[in-house]
């Protein structure tokens, strides 16, 4: 073996490469990375099992390096319950494919060296109580728990994700004692789903609490309906929020009403995503009250959040007075309301053209990165809707900063080519372009992206693809990042496949893919991919 190989960290890196384990720190990258999805766990799995055994099996070298990546992430203890002495446990069936580990015997001294071994080097563990895959029975779950109740199953874990059982299972409260025995002070990111009403769910939030007390991301899902103002979990979950002077990044999905007024003077947090909620008036008048004598959120940069209307969306970021970088705003109708009306008034786009105006005065129309504006369920456009008073998409270009920018609203629909043109000059450093909706954008209004933002790498719109003529193009501006191009199942081709291929790879060189329209004109899109593919292999400047 070559003698460089013998450096532990070179082998911990090359380990690591395989197992494609990766430190996720930039909050930014995962932001924008991720459909909608802004939670990202601080660490990425994509483990070949297989390589990594057959590596530790290479060499003594090999084998403890290997062993650390093949055993970083477990989704069950079930796979370290079998490296303890063969003739104590056995795998079970206990429902139709489901299968567990069980103990046959009882728990000696001599069972738990192996276990011990390996166990030190899980670092993340998902659910304890899985749905699918090799679980752990119950009884082997008490057995463990039990033997030695003052040790942490696996001391250097650093990452868990937990899940309660449904409100009729019967062993809600045993896996929840199981659970407590994970909990140590190493642990910094923390996944709950919480289900039920059992009692042991706020004891457990209070162990967390207590043994727990670096943690620097959590994330907490419930059925809102199960939890309200006065249950003992919210009491517990704020009193958590609020102790965790290191929280970095915090997701709430529901949020209780009174959420912020627990974590607004949390020091580090940078990250806050608050799923649906809706501010009463006494949240937002002492929200107000604390903005008038201190800065709320003091270290907030990214935020995501859920409204019930633009006017509602409004309100909460005239709260947050922080120079943001990313920005994710959804409109979810309260569907309480009986009387909700899907088909929006003149006022619709009043409250939209409100909150643009609000977005423009902010602290972070100079430092806005990432913004993303989404609405669902769309509401249903009338004809002449916004003619009267159309939203002013146009102030989107004041914000200059901004690399990655989503729009999925009716309002799109007045974007065309001046606004694709406008938006080229405004944001110079755009990487990413996503417009989910139809708009009255055309094929030629790509080539002021095209010329303007030399970072672009990726878009995704809703068009009509027509030819122009490409001798308006400079012979070199075109775009050699992107070489797949999604248009939506809105988009659609006019006039011969052949000259929209030509466009394209005039604009995009190494243009090799293209999505887009419905089912009815699939086969065009196929003609238009296959002339992609004919004109690509001729293009000087299509190969990668």
């Known amino acids: 073996m070559h003698a460089c190989l013998a450096v532990p960290e070179l082998l911990s890196t090359i380990f690591n490469h395989i197992c494609a384990i990766h430190d996720d720190d930039d909050e930014y990258r995962e932001t924008e990375d991720q459909d909608g999805d802004e939670t990202g766990n601080p660490r990425a799995f994509e483990v070949d099992r297989n390589t990594l055994a057959a590596l530790a099996r290479t060499c003594r070298a090999f084998a403890e390096?290997?062993?650390?990546?093949?055993?970083?992430?477990?989704?069950?203890?079930?796979?370290?319950?079998?490296?303890?002495?063969?003739?104590?446990?056995?795998?079970?069936?206990?429902?139709?494919?489901?299968?567990?580990?069980?103990?046959?015997?009882?728990?000696?001294?001599?069972?738990?060296?192996?276990?011990?071994?390996?166990?030190?080097?899980?670092?993340?563990?998902?659910?304890?109580?899985?749905?699918?895959?090799?679980?752990?029975?119950?009884?082997?779950?008490?057995?463990?728990?039990?033997?030695?109740?003052?040790?942490?199953?696996?001391?250097?874990?650093?990452?868990?994700?937990f899940s309660t059982s449904s409100p009729c299972h019967p062993d809600t409260q045993t896996a929840?004692?199981?659970?407590?025995?994970?909990?140590?002070?190493?642990?910094?990111?923390?996944?709950?789903?919480?289900?039920?009403?059992?009692?042991?769910?706020?004891?457990?939030?209070?162990?967390i609490r207590r043994t727990c007390p670096r943690i620097e991301v959590l994330k907490v899902r419930w059925h809102e309906y199960e939890y309200t103002a006065e249950n003992e979990v919210i009491d517990a979950l704020n009193e958590l929020m609020s102790s965790l002077s290191y929280l970095r990044k915090l997701d709430l999905d529901p949020t209780h009403c009174d959420a912020p007024l627990h974590i607004s003077a949390l020091p580090v947090l940078e990250y806050l995503s608050l799923g649906w909620l809706c501010f009463d008036s006494e949240i937002v008048q002492e929200l107000q009250e604390r903005t008038s004598l201190e800065v709320i959120f003091p270290g907030l940069r990214r935020f995501t959040f859920s409204a019930t209307s633009w006017e509602d969306a409004t309100a909460k970021i005239n709260l947050i007075q922080n120079p943001l970088t990313s920005l994710v705003v959804s409109i979810l109708p309260d569907f309480r309301n009986r009387h909700l009306d899907l088909y929006p008034s003149p006022l619709h786009a009043i409250q939209f053209n409100n909150f643009m105006h609000a977005l423009t005065r902010h602290p972070c129309r100079t430092s806005l990165v990432h913004l993303s504006l989404t609405e669902d369920p769309w509401p249903r456009d009338h004809g002449g809707m916004f003619t009267s008073d159309p939203p002013d998409l146009n102030v989107l270009c004041q914000l200059q900063g901004i690399e990655v920018l989503t729009l999925r609203m009716p309002f799109a629909k007045v974007i065309d080519n001046g606004w694709l043109e406008n938006a080229a000059a405004g944001w110079p450093r755009l990487r990413r372009l996503t417009i989910l909706n139809r708009t009255e954008t055309t094929l030629e209004g790509l080539a002021p992206l095209v010329r303007r933002c030399p970072s672009l790498k990726d878009i995704s719109i809703g068009t009509v693809l027509k030819p122009f003529d490409i001798q308006r193009l400079e012979p070199s501006a075109g775009n050699m990042h992107i070489d797949m191009i999604d248009f939506t199942t809105v988009s659609r081709i006019e006039r011969e496949t052949l000259g929209v291929s030509k466009c394209l790879l005039r604009m995009f060189p190494r243009l090799r893919e293209v999505y887009g329209g419905g089912q009815a004109d699939r086969s065009t899109w196929d003609d238009l991919q296959e002339h992609l593919d004919i004109y690509a292999d001729e293009h000087p400047l299509a190969s990668v």
Not at 110 to 123: M, P, S
Request: with cysteine; proline share 6%; net charge neutral.
């Open 65 to 161: 390096p290997a062993h650390d990546a093949l055993w970083y992430h477990q989704a069950t203890l079930g796979p370290l319950v079998r490296v303890m002495p063969l003739d104590l446990w056995r795998v079970v069936e206990e429902t139709p494919g489901r299968h567990s580990v069980t103990f046959v015997r009882g728990l000696e001294a001599t069972d738990w060296g192996r276990f011990d071994y390996y166990a030190r080097k899980v670092r993340t563990l998902g659910y304890v109580w899985p749905r699918t895959g090799l679980g752990i029975h119950m009884d082997a779950m008490i057995m463990l728990a039990s033997y030695r109740p003052v040790h942490s199953l696996l001391p250097n874990l650093r990452r868990f994700a």
């Open 176 to 207: 929840l004692l199981f659970a407590q025995c994970l909990l140590n002070s190493n642990v910094v990111d923390v996944d709950l789903t919480l289900a039920g009403t059992d009692a042991g769910i706020p004891v457990f939030i209070s162990d």
